[in-house]
Nanobody, 116 residues
């Protein structure tokens, strides 16, 4: 198994910034994407951003221009720099890593709360 551990969540003011980190316990060949999802009570899980193995990134429209996803050179960690935060960004953020085949791993989630 691959275990993902997230950190960096917390409380921020509107307009502020947070940086989320997710570290993998080990490496596995065949990485496809590394990304972040978030979930708000009463709403389904939504993807926020992902980065492909070739470095191409994609963002949800709600965060485009404000959030930046990145990874370390060994693809053992993924980060989410969140700027210009708004209360709409409040939720539990989950790290996700997908590998070729049936391999998919999730972090435990980290709470992000943005006050108005």
């Amino acid at each position: 198994q691959v275990q993902l551990v997230e950190s960096g969540g917390g409380l921020a003011q509107a307009g502020g910034s947070l940086r989320l980190s997710c570290a993998a316990s080990g490496s596995r060949a065949g990485i496809v994407t590394m990304g972040w999802y978030r979930q708000v009570p009463g709403k389904p899980r939504e993807w926020v951003a992902f980065i492909r193995s070739d470095g191409v990134t994609n963002y949800a429209n709600s965060v485009k221009g404000r959030f930046t996803i990145s990874r370390d050179s060994a693809e053992k960690a993924v980060y989410l720099q969140m700027n210009s935060l708004s209360p709409e960004d409040t939720g539990v953020y989950y790290c996700n890593m997908k590998y070729s085949g049936v391999w998919e791993y999730w972090g435990q989630g980290t709470q992000v709360t943005v006050s108005s």
